[in-house]
Structure formats: structure tokens, C-alpha cells
């Protein structure tokens, strides 16, 4: 068998492919048209965010057996034409979900303890400690959208808090000892503190607009480290100036190119980001929530796991 490798990864990945009697060619740099050309001499490729595997693609791809994304999502796939073709598909949400929940959690702690502002005034000489009093996790409730390995991985951190977690999933029975599953109105009703952890799907763009924001019973925090495309940016800060959320904690944007890896190519900034680079109430990060060296790692090591699960079904 043979295998494209069209994004850089870790070494694990290559040589764990390669231990399990694959072929791995690598191109990290070629342009989707010259990659088009030649896919039909590989049975897989592995990819993270590189460019979306449409239906073009996968009719150039004759022999494709299977599509490994070194990620949680596969929302650069067409699921569907590739359920048509019978062409497998991996993901590894188990290798940064414990990332994703330590990030989140140093996110809502950051903010809710003022310290890069904290920070920025010691280093700029202001010792002021009345106006960084922060606030306590503890007593406050949760709510938690989407409860899959991202959701689950946050409200484990979350357990020691002594705080309530609460969660909605489209999903039944999801719930576990670390978050009770309730239902979508209950969450509006009780929820302090929102984290999203969905996918994106047609159902979870533009999400969290002003209408849903309205919804919620009491001002609020949010925590984004799922998708940019889940909120929509004008009316969170619209919220954010009159006091419906508090605060914002933001690993994504909806801004982000499809590949994550860029979101502005000039100077002309959104007037809703220049609010968020600008406010106190806001905390971002480069979509880096599920980045980290163990992550790296550990996202790998469940592709080649689930490639060899997959090789022993044929």
C-alpha cells in the first residue's frame, strides 16, 4: 500500500505507517491541481487542514481507500461523497482533547484573574490591585455545548472546582459523572459560564448569534476553542458592550482561512476585531488549544492506530 503524506507531522507518523508495511511519499508543498494528478497511485493520504478533499478530488482518486486527518475534525472532507466511494475515513480526537480541556480551563482562570492585564501593567510600572480583583470558578455553573471528547476533557479539569457542570449534546445519554446532560433550555436558564466543544456542521455555524445569545437567562463568559465559524463576531461584541457576556475567551475566530493557519492578508481588520484585540474582557490564542508538544504526539500515534485497525478490516 501507499500513502500520501500531504501536511507535515511527527515523525511518528511516517515511521509508524511505514512499520506496518506502508509506502509513505510525501508532498508538502505542490498545489492541489499537480496533487490531483497523480493520487490515483495511493490507496491513503494523511492530512490535516491543508486544502478540502472535495468530490473532484476523490474521482481523481481511484484507488483511495482511506483518509487520515491528523485532527479532531473532518469538516474539510465531503463526508458524504466519500461514504459513496467507500473511502474510510480517520480522525484523532483523542489525541488533543486533553489539550483542548487544559486550554480552556487556563483560558476562563486567565481571564477570570485579570492576569494578562495584571501583567501588562506591572511590566508598564502600575501596581494596581484593587482594579485586577478577580473571581472564583467556584459556586458558578458551567454549561458545556457539545459533549464529546472536547466537552468531556473540560469538565474533567473542571471537577475540582466545586462548581456545577452542566451539558447539551444533540446526542442521547451523554452525560457523565463530571457534567449533567439537560436540555437546551435548562442550560440557558442555569449557565454562568459557556463553553462551546461542537463540530462544525451547517447546525453549529453562526451559532451563537444574537438571537441564542438573548436566550440566555444571566450575563455570561464564553469559551470558544472549537470552531471560529460558530460565532458570529459582530454580535458577540455587540453583547460584549452591553454586559449580556461578561468576557471572552477565544481560540478561533471566524476570521481563520480554511487551512487555520492564517485570517488577515492585509491591514483592512473587521471593526468587531479591532473591539476584541482592544478589551480587557478578552482573551485570545491562535488556535493552538489542542497544539501542544504532547498533542502532537498523541494525534500521531492515534492515526497510525487507527490506520492498522482499519488495514486489518480489509
Same mark, same amino acid.
Given at each position: 500500500?501507499?500513502?500520501?503524506?500531504?501536511?507535515?507531522?511527527?515523525?511518528r507518523?511516517k515511521?509508524?505507517?511505514?512499520?506496518?508495511?506502508?509506502?509513505?511519499?510525501?508532498?508538502?508543498?505542490?498545489?492541489?491541481? %499537480?496533487?490531483?494528478?497523480?493520487?490515483?497511485?495511493?490507496? #491513503?493520504?494523511?492530512?490535516? *487542514?491543508?486544502? &478540502?478533499i472535495?468530490? !473532484? +478530488?476523490?474521482?481523481?482518486?481511484t484507488?483511495?481507500?482511506?483518509?487520515a486527518?491528523?485532527?479532531?475534525g473532518?469538516?474539510?472532507?465531503?463526508?458524504?461523497?466519500a461514504?459513496?466511494k467507500?473511502?474510510?475515513?480517520?480522525?484523532?480526537?483523542?489525541?488533543n482533547?486533553?489539550?483542548?480541556?487544559?486550554?480552556?480551563?487556563?483560558?476562563?482562570?486567565?481571564?477570570?484573574?485579570k492576569?494578562?492585564?495584571?501583567?501588562?501593567?506591572?511590566?508598564?510600572?502600575?501596581?494596581?490591585?484593587?482594579?485586577?480583583?478577580?473571581?472564583?470558578l %467556584?459556586?458558578?455553573?458551567?454549561?458545556?455545548?457539545?459533549? #464529546?471528547?472536547?466537552g468531556? *476533557?473540560?469538565? &474533567?479539569?473542571?471537577? !475540582? +472546582?466545586?462548581?456545577?457542570?452542566?451539558?447539551?449534546?444533540?446526542?442521547e445519554?451523554?452525560?457523565?459523572?463530571?457534567?449533567?446532560q439537560?436540555?437546551?433550555?435548562e442550560?440557558?436558564e442555569?449557565?454562568?459560564?459557556?463553553?462551546?466543544?461542537?463540530?462544525?456542521?451547517?447546525?453549529?455555524?453562526?451559532?451563537?448569534?444574537s438571537?441564542?445569545?438573548?436566550?440566555?437567562?444571566?450575563p455570561f463568559?464564553l469559551?470558544?476553542?472549537?470552531?471560529g465559524?460558530?460565532?458570529?463576531?459582530?454580535?458577540?461584541?455587540?453583547?460584549?458592550?452591553?454586559?449580556k457576556?461578561?468576557?471572552?475567551?477565544l481560540?478561533?475566530?471566524?476570521?481563520?482561512?480554511?487551512?487555520?493557519e492564517?485570517?488577515f492578508?492585509?491591514?483592512?481588520?473587521?471593526?468587531?476585531f479591532?473591539y476584541?484585540?482592544?478589551?480587557?474582557?478578552?482573551?485570545?490564542?491562535?488556535?493552538?488549544?489542542?497544539?501542544?508538544?504532547?498533542?502532537k504526539?498523541?494525534?500521531a500515534?492515534?492515526?497510525?492506530?487507527?490506520?492498522?485497525?482499519?488495514?486489518?478490516?480489509?
Amino acid at each position: 500500500m501507499k500513502v500520501l503524506l500531504l501536511d507535515t507531522n511527527h515523525p511518528r507518523i511516517k515511521n509508524g505507517l511505514e512499520s506496518l508495511g506502508i509506502t509513505c511519499d510525501e508532498d508538502y508543498t505542490s498545489p492541489k491541481e %499537480e496533487i490531483e494528478k497523480i493520487i490515483r497511485n495511493y490507496e #491513503g493520504i494523511v492530512i490535516r *487542514s491543508r486544502f &478540502k478533499i472535495d468530490k !473532484g +478530488f476523490m474521482d481523481k482518486a481511484t484507488n483511495l481507500k482511506f483518509i487520515a486527518r491528523v485532527g479532531a475534525g473532518l469538516e474539510s472532507i465531503d463526508e458524504e461523497y466519500a461514504a459513496k466511494k467507500n473511502i474510510h475515513l480517520i480522525s484523532a480526537p483523542e489525541g488533543n482533547r486533553n489539550a483542548v480541556g487544559e486550554h480552556a480551563l487556563g483560558m476562563i482562570l486567565a481571564l477570570f484573574n485579570k492576569l494578562k492585564k495584571a501583567d501588562l501593567e506591572i511590566r508598564n510600572g502600575k501596581w494596581l490591585r484593587e482594579d485586577n480583583r478577580g473571581l472564583e470558578l %467556584e459556586g458558578r455553573t458551567v454549561g458545556i455545548i457539545g459533549y #464529546g471528547n472536547m466537552g468531556k *476533557s473540560f469538565a &474533567k479539569k473542571l471537577c !475540582g +472546582f466545586d462548581c456545577e457542570v452542566i451539558c447539551y449534546d444533540i446526542k442521547e445519554n451523554t452525560g457523565d459523572q463530571y457534567a449533567k446532560q439537560v436540555s437546551l433550555e435548562e442550560l440557558l436558564e442555569k449557565t454562568d459560564v459557556l463553553s462551546l466543544h461542537t463540530p462544525q456542521t451547517e447546525l453549529t455555524k453562526k451559532m451563537i448569534n444574537s438571537t441564542f445569545i438573548s436566550k440566555f437567562k444571566k450575563p455570561f463568559y464564553l469559551i470558544n476553542t472549537a470552531r471560529g465559524s460558530a460565532v458570529v463576531t459582530d454580535d458577540l461584541v455587540d453583547s460584549l458592550k452591553n454586559g449580556k457576556i461578561q468576557g471572552a475567551c477565544l481560540d478561533v475566530l471566524e476570521y481563520e482561512k480554511a487551512s487555520f493557519e492564517n485570517f488577515f492578508t492585509d491591514d483592512n481588520l473587521p471593526k468587531a476585531f479591532q473591539y476584541l484585540i482592544h478589551s480587557d474582557q478578552v482573551l485570545l490564542s491562535p488556535h493552538v488549544a489542542g497544539w501542544t508538544v504532547e498533542s502532537k504526539f498523541k494525534l500521531a500515534d492515534t492515526i497510525v492506530k487507527k490506520t492498522e485497525s482499519f488495514l486489518k478490516t480489509l
